[in-house]
């Protein structure tokens, strides 16, 4: 088992390799997308047979840790370049892969005809390649690497089509905003390693099961990790490159900026649980902070128009979910809800990305209107994320959402539950909108523009996924509808965590009553808020300039403004104001040209000893010869 | 005779001083270049000298390799006073103090 599980990561990387050195000679679209979707393809069916080789084992040994080279070895520091493949990662193996595969299918379409294909699918499978190196380490240093590689294939995906200006914009937003978490999750790394001295996960748990929950060192470690974790995975204050990074193809959207890469910050927050278990305080920090994204993102989709930044403001909001799931330590809910929202939200861009390709371009669902007609696959799998996400039994967005709904309430209270259940409502009725405006209606696009049906590669993952998104809840079902499959199955990934959680928090008594009323609660909310919207929606015919709040909303807060002028402007200033004209110009160079400057003084005298006459040069030789022997006969 | 080493030393350091202030003071750089030759030839008396007051033959080896050493020095030597002289039509080296600041 152990020889060929690392194909799981080479395959991608001949992917990437191919495509990207031999891409322009082979000249073939068909062979490029083909030999790298088949390249993650594999990888996918790896992961299943590895599932099933988990599953002959009992449930407390399901971790498999396949170690290949010894990686940094320095005095007693020792790294080990070795994956551990376990309940967790195998979840995240199969997202990763399964929809990555779809995706590599879709653009085999999507692409089409683009003078990059060839470095497009290049850069998807070094993606792939980067997020399992991610999703498999077994320490931090490995997850970091994946954890860059990831954001350098965002860069370069995002900034794909970098002859528009603002595509390139969107990389470097989105590049340098990550940045800022990298430093978090870095600290973090240096103060694990400068006070247990090792960076492996696994002794890293080990060695902090004995301190006492919310001694200072893990908040500050679990607070960096959530730092790095708010820049990948978008939450405030970090959010703000990821409606930028629709800039890129939409297949990269929905694989990098919906399903996988911005869930890393989840899945490293999950992989370290046990951190989080020891620091609620840093729980109740997470809690809050997505609660904030996700209700502060929900409200900016209720006004966009741009198709893909509804569906951009969609995912930060889920994400305040998943963060919220966090927060209030239900990691199995967050994982659940990662799972589900990687199906319908890879599935909505998709279906975006049809929409877009079936008008030529066109982002603006002003612009569109009655394209169910038009394209009924797109239509009718859209519509069944839409019905997901907002949370309508018996789609996956339900359970997973009503699991985070639940323990919010048990785990946080009434009102944190009332601030997610009215983001939840909010979420129905953005949803809603989008596909009231974009698929009903009259068409409001020009004459000359025909929407057309999309080819069968882009048409064929949107099947699979919507089958996904339809049913794939029914591996977390709630205790009072039966056997929750992925909460046995990741049971002993988080039994640690889990145990010292209840030395700090009794476990709550199951009530089904509450379940049941919180269920029925939110349904109602949900449908409700899909009615009106709806109602209101696919009627709408024209489009006035939008005003007051919801002026505030369609400008999403003025936040790119406010961090413009109190972030960017003010390091602007600085760095050409004092640090390029004063310091640079007057101290560095200064130092640098007075060190030259008072040479030259110097030497200005000195340098009439370099006569050129050699009997000169003779003379001082044979003078110092005579000075020496002397020192010797007479000292 | 009694083999005296101090006469035949005294005898080099002299040729050797000879050629020392030759080397300085005078100005035909073909004169600089015999005080040259002249510095290597006293030190290769005093080889001589040591070796057969030391009965140990591997002075004189020595003095076989500068004398080698000092041919081929005289070779190129005197080829580049030649192409000095070509350049210059002087060789007064006062006159060729080109290589400085």
Same mark, same amino acid.
């Not at chain 1, 983001?423 to 009725?429: G, L, Q, R």
């Given at each position: 088992?152990?020889?060929?599980?690392?194909?799981?990561?080479?395959?991608?990387?001949?992917?990437?390799?191919?495509?990207?050195?031999?891409?322009?000679?082979?000249?073939?679209?068909?062979?490029?997308?083909?030999?790298?979707?088949?390249?993650?393809?594999?990888?996918?069916?790896?992961?299943?047979?590895?599932?099933?080789?988990?599953?002959?084992?009992?449930?407390?040994?399901?971790?498999?840790?396949?170690?290949?080279?010894?990686?940094?070895?320095?005095?007693?520091?020792?790294?080990?370049?070795?994956?551990?493949?376990?309940?967790?990662?195998?979840?995240?193996?199969?997202?990763?892969?399964?929809?990555?595969?779809?995706?590599?299918?879709?653009?085999? $379409?999507?692409?089409? $005809?683009?003078?990059?294909?060839?470095?497009?699918?290049?850069?998807?499978?070094?993606?792939?390649?980067?997020?399992?190196?991610?999703?498999?380490?077994?320490?931090?240093?490995?997850?970091?690497?994946?954890?860059?590689?990831?954001?350098?294939?965002?860069?370069?995906?995002?900034?794909?089509?970098?002859?528009?200006?603002? #595509?390139?914009?969107?990389?470097?937003?989105?590049?340098? /905003?990550?940045?800022?978490?990298?430093? $978090?999750?870095?600290?973090?790394?240096?103060?694990?390693? !400068?006070?247990?001295?090792?960076?492996?996960?696994?002794?890293?748990?080990?060695?902090?099961?004995?301190?006492?929950?919310?001694?200072?060192?893990?908040?500050?470690?679990?607070?960096?990790?959530?730092?790095?974790?708010?820049?990948?995975?978008?939450?405030?204050?970090?959010?703000?490159?990821?409606?930028?990074?629709?800039?890129?193809?939409?297949?990269?959207?929905?694989?990098?900026?919906?399903?996988?890469?911005?869930?890393?910050?989840?899945?490293?927050?999950?992989?370290?649980?046990?951190?989080?278990?020891?620091?609620?305080?840093?729980?109740?920090?997470?809690?809050?902070?997505?609660?904030?994204? !996700?209700?502060?993102?929900?409200?900016?989709?209720?006004?966009?128009?741009?198709?893909?930044?509804?569906?951009?403001?969609?995912?930060?909001?889920?994400?305040?979910?998943?963060?919220?799931?966090?927060? #209030?330590?239900?990691?199995?809910?967050?994982?659940?809800?990662?799972?589900?929202?990687?199906?319908?939200?890879?599935?909505?861009?998709?279906?975006?990305?049809?929409?877009?390709?079936?008008?030529?371009?066109?982002?603006?669902?002003?612009?569109?209107?009655?394209?169910?007609?038009?394209?009924?696959?797109?239509?009718?799998?859209?519509?069944?994320?839409?019905? !997901?996400?907002?949370?309508?039994?018996?789609?996956?967005?339900?359970?997973?959402?009503?699991?985070?709904?639940?323990?919010?309430?048990?785990?946080?209270?009434?009102?944190?539950?009332?601030?997610?259940?009215?983001?939840?409502?909010?979420?129905?009725?953005?949803?809603?909108?989008?596909?009231?405006?974009?698929?009903?209606?009259?068409?409001?696009?020009?004459?000359?523009?025909?929407?057309?049906?999309?080819?069968?590669?882009?048409? +064929?993952?949107?099947?699979?996924?919507? /089958?996904?998104? =339809?049913?794939?809840?029914?591996?977390?079902?709630?205790?009072?509808?039966?056997?929750?499959?992925?909460?046995?199955?990741?049971?002993?990934?988080?039994?640690?965590?889990?145990?010292?959680?209840?030395?700090?928090?009794?476990?709550?008594?199951?009530?089904?009553?509450?379940?049941?009323?919180?269920?029925?609660?939110?349904?109602?909310?949900?449908? #409700?808020?899909?009615?009106?919207?709806?109602?209101?929606?696919?009627?709408?015919?024209?489009?006035?300039?939008?005003?007051?709040?919801?002026? &505030?909303?369609?400008?999403?807060?003025?936040?790119?403004?406010?961090?413009?002028?109190?972030?960017?402007?003010?390091?602007?200033?600085?760095?050409?104001?004092?640090?390029?004209?004063?310091?640079?110009?007057?101290?560095?160079?200064?130092?640098?040209?007075?060190?030259? #400057?008072?040479?030259?003084?110097?030497?200005?005298?000195?340098?009439?000893?370099?006569?050129?006459? &050699?009997?000169?040069? $003779?003379?001082?030789?044979?003078?110092?010869?005579?000075?020496?022997?002397?020192?010797?006969?007479? +000292? | 005779?009694?083999?005296?080493?101090?006469?035949?030393? =005294?005898?080099?350091?002299?040729?050797?001083?000879?050629?020392? /202030?030759?080397?300085?003071?005078?100005?035909?750089?073909?004169?600089?270049?015999?005080?040259?030759?002249?510095?290597?030839?006293?030190?290769?008396?005093?080889? +001589?000298?040591?070796?057969?007051?030391?009965?140990?033959?591997?002075?004189?080896?020595? =003095?076989?390799?500068?004398?080698? /050493?000092?041919?081929?020095?005289?070779?190129?030597?005197?080829?580049?006073?030649?192409?000095?002289?070509?350049?210059?039509?002087?060789?007064?080296?006062?006159?060729?103090?080109?290589?400085?600041?």
């Amino acid at each position: 088992m152990q020889n060929y599980f690392i194909l799981i990561v080479v395959l991608p990387l001949i992917g990437f390799l191919i495509n990207s050195l031999l891409g322009k000679k082979l000249n073939s679209e068909k062979l490029s997308g083909w030999l790298s979707s088949l390249l993650v393809f594999v990888p996918f069916l790896i992961g299943v047979y590895s599932l099933f080789e988990l599953l002959k084992l009992p449930p407390e040994s399901r971790t498999i840790v396949y170690k290949y080279f010894s990686w940094i070895s320095a005095g007693s520091f020792n790294l080990d370049y070795s994956f551990v493949l376990d309940p967790l990662s195998l979840v995240m193996i199969l997202v990763v892969t399964g929809i990555g595969f779809l995706i590599h299918v879709y653009s085999i $379409g999507y692409m089409h $005809g683009d003078k990059g294909y060839a470095s497009f699918f290049a850069y998807m499978n070094l993606f792939i390649f980067a997020m399992l190196h991610l999703v498999l380490a077994d320490n931090f240093l490995l997850i970091f690497l994946g954890w860059e590689g990831v954001g350098l294939c965002s860069y370069l995906l995002i900034g794909f089509w970098y002859e528009k200006k603002f #595509t390139g914009e969107a990389a470097k937003k989105a590049f340098v /905003v990550n940045r800022i978490g990298d430093f $978090g999750f870095m600290i973090a790394m240096f103060l694990i390693f !400068a006070n247990f001295g090792n960076l492996n996960i696994s002794t890293f748990a080990g060695s902090i099961a004995g301190f006492s929950v919310n001694s200072p060192l893990l908040v500050a470690i679990a607070l960096l990790f959530f730092l790095g974790a708010t820049g990948k995975s978008a939450q405030i204050p970090l959010f703000v490159w990821l409606p930028d990074a629709m800039a890129g193809p939409t297949p990269v959207s929905a694989l990098i900026h919906a399903a996988t890469m911005v869930t890393a910050g989840i899945y490293l927050i999950a992989r370290t649980s046990l951190l989080y278990a020891l620091a609620p305080i840093a729980g109740n920090v997470i809690l809050i902070i997505g609660i904030a994204t !996700a209700i502060m993102s929900a409200t900016i989709a209720l006004k966009q128009n741009d198709i893909k930044k509804i569906l951009a403001y969609s995912t930060i909001s889920q994400l305040g979910f998943l963060f919220i799931a966090i927060g #209030t330590q239900s990691y199995v809910a967050a994982v659940f809800h990662l799972v589900t929202h990687a199906f319908f939200k890879a599935l909505m861009f998709l279906g975006s990305g049809s929409v877009i390709h079936g008008m030529h371009e066109e982002q603006d669902i002003r612009r569109m209107g009655g394209l169910k007609s038009k394209m009924k696959i797109t239509y009718i799998t859209f519509l069944m994320g839409a019905i !997901a996400i907002s949370g309508i039994p018996p789609f996956s967005g339900f359970f997973s959402k009503d699991e985070i709904l639940y323990k919010t309430f048990t785990n946080a209270g009434i009102l944190p539950y009332l601030l997610v259940l009215i983001t939840a409502a909010f979420t129905a009725f953005y949803m809603f909108r989008l596909v009231g405006i974009t698929f009903f209606g009259k068409p409001r696009y020009d004459s000359h523009v025909h929407p057309h049906e999309s080819p069968s590669t882009m048409t +064929v993952p949107l099947m699979i996924l919507a /089958v996904l998104s =339809v049913f794939g809840g029914f591996i977390g079902l709630p205790h009072i509808f039966g056997y929750n499959i992925l909460e046995h199955w990741l049971e002993p990934v988080f039994a640690n965590s889990y145990s010292v959680i209840q030395t700090w928090r009794p476990e709550s008594v199951h009530a089904v009553s509450t379940e049941i009323i919180l269920i029925v609660v939110s349904v109602v909310v949900a449908a #409700t808020s899909i009615f009106i919207s709806f109602r209101r929606y696919s009627k709408q015919e024209s489009f006035e300039e939008v005003r007051g709040f919801g002026k &505030i909303l369609e400008n999403k807060y003025y936040l790119d403004e406010v961090y413009d002028k109190t972030v960017v402007e003010p390091i602007f200033k600085t760095s050409d104001g004092f640090l390029w004209k004063i310091f640079d110009v007057k101290i560095i160079d200064g130092i640098v040209n007075g060190v030259a #400057t008072f040479t030259s003084r110097i030497s200005f005298d000195w340098k009439k000893l370099q006569t050129g006459v &050699i009997q000169d040069y $003779g003379t001082f030789a044979v003078a110092g010869v005579i000075i020496i022997i002397l020192y010797f006969l007479f +000292v | 005779m009694e083999f005296n080493l101090n006469l035949f030393l =005294v005898l080099s350091a002299v040729l050797f001083s000879i050629g020392v /202030v030759g080397v300085l003071v005078r100005r035909n750089a073909i004169v600089i270049f015999m005080c040259i030759e002249l510095m290597l030839n006293a030190i290769n008396l005093s080889l +001589v000298s040591f070796s057969s007051f030391l009965g140990n033959e591997s002075g004189q080896i020595f =003095v076989f390799f500068v004398l080698t /050493v000092a041919a081929a020095e005289a070779a190129v030597g005197l080829a580049i006073v030649i192409s000095l002289f070509r350049n210059k039509e002087t060789l007064d080296i006062d006159k060729i103090n080109i290589l400085k600041w």
